[in-house]
């Protein structure tokens, strides 16, 4: 399993769509999205990780790295996440209380 | 840290070996489910397993040496899966015990012991992983 990655904007949001297994092998290209769309201007991002089977600590670091680029221009970079065996993942490691974590992409919107 | 005896731990039921190299790393997420699931882990521990060898895995690849070959073998040990997984190294160095890797290994596998080995030409760094098997009690 591959990863996918669909962007698409939502308002001044940028939504991006996130399918696949995101491990050290392809956390580069999520990476990658993350730092384009910080340097095309967009500072609003939320991320739709319902289509995500599988996600490990260097997915975690590159969220976490998202966060801190938006969050140097004022942005902000919610999660939408309601699978139990990822949400565990942000729970071990305290990210629960670092990221706005919400069950679908409008609620995450619709929070700012 | 500790030095695991694998002498105690005999022979392994499965010993897979693959180029270290992040690609890889699916591979041997899928082996260590099936073989969990062959021995009749929850879904819940099934899962467990498949994290907590990915994140080895990602912690080993941190310090591979050049084409390096990273091994994991699955012993039985009683109640008990253990899974050692190591890789040569020219300067093996402990996991950062603040990063996300170890924090997320730690909380799902019951043990975690790490091995340093300095001696010349065969250094490298191993990670043995203790799970309990608890029979799932629907099957």
């Given at each position: 399993m591959d990863l996918s990655l669909n962007a698409r904007s939502q308002g001044e949001f940028e939504v991006i769509e996130v399918a696949g297994e995101i491990d050290v092998y392809t956390a580069p290209r999520l990476r990658e999205a993350l730092v384009d769309l910080v340097a095309k201007g967009r500072h609003q991002l939320v991320i739709d990780?319902?289509?995500?089977e599988f996600l490990d600590s260097t997915g975690l670091g590159v969220l976490v790295g998202g966060l801190k680029r938006v969050r140097s221009h004022n942005g902000s970079l919610d999660i939408v996440c309601t699978q139990d065996r990822l949400l565990k993942i942000f729970r071990i490691t305290g990210l629960t209380k670092v990221f706005g974590i919400f069950d679908t992409v409008d609620a995450a919107v619709s929070s700012h | 840290m500790t030095q695991h005896d694998?002498?105690?731990?005999?022979?392994?039921e499965v010993e897979l070996s693959v180029p270290a190299d992040g690609v890889h790393l699916s591979l041997l997420r899928t082996a260590a489910a099936a073989m969990a699931a062959r021995l009749d882990f929850t879904l819940d521990d099934v899962e467990d397993l498949r994290m907590a060898v990915d994140e080895a895995g990602a912690l080993l690849l941190q310090q591979s040496g050049d084409d390096a070959m990273l091994t994991f073998s699955f012993f039985l040990d009683g109640p008990r899966l253990v899974l050692r997984c190591e890789v040569p190294t020219p300067a093996p160095r402990p996991p950062r015990p603040e990063g996300f890797a170890w924090m997320v290994l730690t909380a799902l596998a019951s043990s975690v012991e790490v091995g340093l080995t300095t001696a010349a030409g065969a250094s490298g760094l191993s990670l043995v992983l203790t799970h309990p098997r608890e029979q799932d009690e629907r099957s």
């Open positions: 990780v319902e289509r995500v | 694998d002498r105690a731990l005999g022979r392994p």
